[in-house]
Protein backbone atom coordinates (compact mmCIF):
# COMPACT_ATOMS: atom_id res chain seq x y z
CA UNK A 1 0.00 0.00 0.00
CA UNK A 2 1.54 3.37 -0.81
CA UNK A 3 1.11 6.42 1.00
CA UNK A 4 0.55 8.63 -1.70
CA UNK A 5 -1.75 7.28 -4.61
CA UNK A 6 -1.85 9.16 -7.64
CA UNK A 7 -4.68 9.41 -10.30
CA UNK A 8 -5.40 8.68 -12.73
CA UNK A 9 -1.99 6.52 -13.68
CA UNK A 10 -2.58 7.17 -17.25
CA UNK A 11 -4.06 9.81 -19.17
CA UNK A 12 -4.28 10.59 -22.99
CA UNK A 13 -5.41 14.21 -24.11
CA UNK A 14 -5.78 16.39 -26.87
CA UNK A 15 -3.71 19.63 -27.41
CA UNK A 16 -6.41 22.69 -25.72
CA UNK A 17 -8.44 20.05 -23.16
CA UNK A 18 -7.71 20.90 -19.61
CA UNK A 19 -7.44 17.94 -17.15
CA UNK A 20 -6.63 17.46 -13.49
CA UNK A 21 -4.90 14.96 -11.72
CA UNK A 22 -4.98 13.89 -7.86
CA UNK A 23 -2.18 12.97 -5.30
CA UNK A 24 -4.32 11.47 -2.21
CA UNK A 25 -3.03 10.43 1.35
CA UNK A 26 -4.37 9.38 4.88
CA UNK A 27 -1.56 11.09 6.56
CA UNK A 28 -0.59 14.54 7.12
CA UNK A 29 2.35 16.23 5.21
CA UNK A 30 4.41 19.12 6.34
CA UNK A 31 4.38 20.03 2.73
CA UNK A 32 3.83 18.64 -0.62
CA UNK A 33 5.66 18.82 -3.85
CA UNK A 34 4.70 18.29 -7.02
CA UNK A 35 7.28 16.99 -9.79
CA UNK A 36 7.80 16.06 -13.83
CA UNK A 37 9.82 13.76 -15.22
CA UNK A 38 10.55 13.67 -18.80
CA UNK A 39 11.82 9.56 -20.45
CA UNK A 40 15.68 9.45 -19.60
CA UNK A 41 16.02 12.57 -16.96
CA UNK A 42 15.29 13.55 -13.46
CA UNK A 43 12.23 14.70 -11.84
CA UNK A 44 12.15 18.29 -12.20
CA UNK A 45 10.58 20.31 -9.32
CA UNK A 46 7.37 22.08 -10.16
CA UNK A 47 6.45 23.73 -7.16
CA UNK A 48 6.21 23.22 -3.58
CA UNK A 49 2.67 24.04 -1.30
CA UNK A 50 2.97 24.46 2.43
CA UNK A 51 -0.54 25.97 3.82
CA UNK A 52 -3.57 23.75 4.29
CA UNK A 53 -5.75 25.04 1.18
CA UNK A 54 -2.66 26.98 -0.66
CA UNK A 55 -3.32 27.94 -4.05
CA UNK A 56 -0.15 28.02 -6.66
CA UNK A 57 -0.38 28.75 -10.21
CA UNK A 58 2.58 28.85 -12.88
CA UNK A 59 1.45 29.72 -16.15
CA UNK A 60 -1.35 27.45 -17.41
CA UNK A 61 -0.50 24.44 -13.99
CA UNK A 62 -2.53 25.12 -10.90
CA UNK A 63 -1.51 23.46 -7.86
CA UNK A 64 -3.94 23.36 -4.50
CA UNK A 65 -2.96 21.57 -1.19
CA UNK A 66 -5.93 20.37 1.04
CA UNK A 67 -7.55 21.61 3.58
CA UNK A 68 -5.79 19.18 5.72
CA UNK A 69 -2.84 18.88 3.89
CA UNK A 70 -3.57 15.05 3.14
CA UNK A 71 -4.15 16.04 -0.41
CA UNK A 72 -2.97 17.91 -3.49
CA UNK A 73 -4.20 18.34 -7.28
CA UNK A 74 -2.71 19.85 -10.27
CA UNK A 75 -5.39 21.30 -13.00
CA UNK A 76 -3.89 22.00 -16.18
CA UNK A 77 -5.27 24.28 -18.59
CA UNK A 78 -5.36 24.41 -22.55
CA UNK A 79 -2.73 21.56 -22.47
CA UNK A 80 -0.15 21.53 -24.71
CA UNK A 81 2.43 18.55 -26.23
CA UNK A 82 4.89 20.16 -24.32
CA UNK A 83 3.07 19.05 -21.23
CA UNK A 84 3.34 15.73 -22.08
CA UNK A 85 4.93 13.87 -19.21
CA UNK A 86 5.09 11.98 -15.91
CA UNK A 87 4.22 13.70 -12.85
CA UNK A 88 5.17 12.64 -9.50
CA UNK A 89 3.82 14.40 -6.24
CA UNK A 90 5.59 13.64 -3.05
CA UNK A 91 4.98 14.93 0.36
CA UNK A 92 7.50 15.61 3.00
CA UNK A 93 7.54 14.27 6.40
CA UNK A 94 9.57 13.55 9.52
CA UNK A 95 12.39 14.62 11.21
CA UNK A 96 14.07 15.22 7.98
CA UNK A 97 11.25 15.91 6.03
CA UNK A 98 11.72 12.59 4.19
CA UNK A 99 10.10 12.93 0.53
CA UNK A 100 7.36 9.74 0.15
CA UNK A 101 6.61 9.74 -4.00
CA UNK A 102 3.75 8.69 -5.69
CA UNK A 103 3.52 6.47 -8.21
CA UNK A 104 3.23 9.41 -10.55
CA UNK A 105 0.58 9.99 -13.56
CA UNK A 106 1.30 10.22 -17.20
CA UNK A 107 0.06 12.29 -19.44
CA UNK A 108 0.33 12.49 -23.32
CA UNK A 109 -1.27 15.47 -24.95
CA UNK A 110 -1.48 14.66 -28.54
CA UNK A 111 -1.29 17.74 -31.29
CA UNK B 1 27.02 24.41 -15.84
CA UNK B 2 25.40 24.21 -12.01
CA UNK B 3 23.94 20.69 -12.14
CA UNK B 4 23.76 17.34 -10.35
CA UNK B 5 25.60 15.00 -12.07
CA UNK B 6 25.73 10.90 -12.38
CA UNK B 7 27.82 8.58 -14.52
CA UNK B 8 28.09 6.12 -15.83
CA UNK B 9 24.72 6.98 -17.53
CA UNK B 10 24.15 3.16 -18.74
CA UNK B 11 25.41 -0.01 -16.79
CA UNK B 12 25.03 -3.05 -18.00
CA UNK B 13 26.66 -6.22 -15.64
CA UNK B 14 26.09 -10.00 -15.05
CA UNK B 15 24.89 -10.95 -11.69
CA UNK B 16 27.47 -11.13 -8.61
CA UNK B 17 29.61 -8.26 -10.15
CA UNK B 18 30.76 -5.42 -8.27
CA UNK B 19 29.50 -2.13 -9.33
CA UNK B 20 29.97 1.84 -8.44
CA UNK B 21 27.88 5.11 -9.41
CA UNK B 22 29.18 8.55 -8.58
CA UNK B 23 27.15 11.66 -8.11
CA UNK B 24 28.45 14.79 -7.47
CA UNK B 25 26.72 18.56 -7.11
CA UNK B 26 28.35 21.97 -7.39
CA UNK B 27 24.86 23.88 -6.48
CA UNK B 28 26.51 24.37 -2.58
CA UNK B 29 24.22 22.01 -1.27
CA UNK B 30 24.72 20.22 1.97
CA UNK B 31 22.26 17.24 1.57
CA UNK B 32 22.31 14.37 -1.00
CA UNK B 33 20.19 11.13 -1.50
CA UNK B 34 19.84 7.99 -3.68
CA UNK B 35 16.61 7.12 -5.02
CA UNK B 36 15.93 3.94 -6.77
CA UNK B 37 13.58 4.01 -9.84
CA UNK B 38 11.73 1.01 -10.55
CA UNK B 39 10.16 -0.08 -13.77
CA UNK B 40 6.83 1.31 -12.61
CA UNK B 41 8.32 4.30 -11.90
CA UNK B 42 8.04 4.48 -8.51
CA UNK B 43 10.61 6.74 -6.92
CA UNK B 44 12.20 5.60 -3.76
CA UNK B 45 14.81 6.92 -1.07
CA UNK B 46 17.73 5.02 -0.21
CA UNK B 47 20.11 7.07 1.71
CA UNK B 48 20.53 10.77 2.63
CA UNK B 49 23.74 12.44 3.59
CA UNK B 50 24.04 15.43 5.27
CA UNK B 51 27.19 17.03 4.86
CA UNK B 52 28.91 13.63 5.17
CA UNK B 53 27.15 12.33 7.47
CA UNK B 54 24.94 9.65 7.00
CA UNK B 55 21.07 10.76 7.81
CA UNK B 56 18.44 8.59 6.35
CA UNK B 57 19.20 4.90 5.63
CA UNK B 58 16.17 2.91 4.27
CA UNK B 59 15.43 -0.70 4.52
CA UNK B 60 17.99 -1.11 1.56
CA UNK B 61 19.95 -4.62 1.76
CA UNK B 62 23.70 -4.39 3.22
CA UNK B 63 25.15 -4.96 -0.52
CA UNK B 64 24.57 -1.34 -1.17
CA UNK B 65 26.68 1.34 0.52
CA UNK B 66 26.91 4.96 -0.21
CA UNK B 67 29.94 6.85 0.48
CA UNK B 68 30.36 10.78 1.00
CA UNK B 69 33.83 11.47 0.64
CA UNK B 70 32.67 15.28 1.22
CA UNK B 71 29.46 17.25 0.78
CA UNK B 72 29.69 17.34 -3.50
CA UNK B 73 30.00 13.98 -3.65
CA UNK B 74 27.93 10.57 -2.82
CA UNK B 75 28.52 7.73 -4.31
CA UNK B 76 26.92 4.35 -4.62
CA UNK B 77 28.79 0.88 -4.23
CA UNK B 78 26.65 -2.33 -5.11
CA UNK B 79 27.92 -5.72 -4.26
CA UNK B 80 27.23 -9.04 -5.47
CA UNK B 81 24.39 -7.87 -7.80
CA UNK B 82 21.42 -9.20 -8.77
CA UNK B 83 18.70 -9.61 -10.86
CA UNK B 84 16.08 -7.60 -9.09
CA UNK B 85 18.91 -4.81 -8.56
CA UNK B 86 18.08 -3.55 -12.24
CA UNK B 87 16.36 0.16 -11.69
CA UNK B 88 17.27 3.62 -12.74
CA UNK B 89 18.97 5.13 -9.63
CA UNK B 90 18.58 9.30 -8.94
CA UNK B 91 21.17 11.06 -6.97
CA UNK B 92 19.66 14.23 -5.71
CA UNK B 93 20.20 17.20 -3.70
CA UNK B 94 18.69 19.73 -1.43
CA UNK B 95 19.75 22.56 0.16
CA UNK B 96 20.09 23.15 3.51
CA UNK B 97 17.57 26.02 5.20
CA UNK B 98 14.91 25.03 3.04
CA UNK B 99 12.36 23.45 5.07
CA UNK B 100 10.48 21.71 2.57
CA UNK B 101 13.04 19.44 1.27
CA UNK B 102 13.04 20.34 -2.37
CA UNK B 103 15.06 18.05 -4.81
CA UNK B 104 17.34 18.53 -6.94
CA UNK B 105 17.67 15.16 -9.36
CA UNK B 106 20.41 13.96 -11.31
CA UNK B 107 19.79 12.22 -14.70
CA UNK B 108 20.03 8.74 -13.67
CA UNK B 109 21.87 5.84 -13.71
CA UNK B 110 20.37 2.90 -15.55
CA UNK B 111 21.67 -0.47 -14.57
CA UNK B 112 20.81 -3.87 -15.90
CA UNK B 113 21.49 -6.71 -14.43
CA UNK B 114 21.75 -9.85 -16.29
Known amino acids: TQLLEQSPQFLSIQEGENLTVYCNSS?????LQWYRQEPGEGPVLLVT?????EVKKLKRLTFQFGDARKDSSLHITAAQPGDTGLYLC???????????FGAGTRLAVHP | DTAVSQTPKYLVTQMGNDKSIKCEQN?????MYWYKQDSKKFLKIMFS???????INETVPNRFSPKSPDKAHLNLHINSLELGDSAVYFC?????????????FGPGTRLTVL
Open chain 2, 92 to 104: ASSPRGVPYNEQF
Open chain 1, 27 to 31: SVFSS
Open chain 1, 49 to 53: VVTGG
Open chain 1, 90 to 100: AGARGGYNKLI
Open chain 2, 27 to 31: LGHDT
Open chain 2, 49 to 55: YNNKELI
